[in-house]
């Protein structure tokens, strides 16, 4: 009994994760058919803005690949130069 209370107060407290099941499918004990599921289609991610990657998945050609590989480097300098300290080296000891 004491199993019982626990896996039911476990399952009341895992409230905004998601669903967990104790059975991998919904069981009925009193014999009446099992409700139909809604449909839940998995959709993907939304497809990538327009720019060099969508042109580069869309059509793979080497002018689309050069000018991918041409954006990606200057996405990595710009990130790199942000994340820069502007007081590299100035640090005090106190």
Do not use: K
């Amino acid at each position: 009994m004491r199993v019982i209370a626990t896996l039911l107060l476990a399952a009341g407290t895992a409230g905004g994760q998601e669903e967990r099941r104790f059975f991998p499918t919904e069981v009925d004990f009193w014999g009446r058919p099992p409700r139909p599921r809604p449909a839940v289609l998995w959709r993907g991610e939304a497809p990538p803005p327009p720019g060099p990657a969508r042109d580069l998945l869309e059509a793979p050609t080497p002018e689309n690949a050069r000018r991918y590989l041409e954006w990606q480097e200057g996405r990595l300098e710009r990130l790199q130069r942000s994340s820069r300290s502007p007081h590299r080296g100035r640090m005090r000891r106190t």
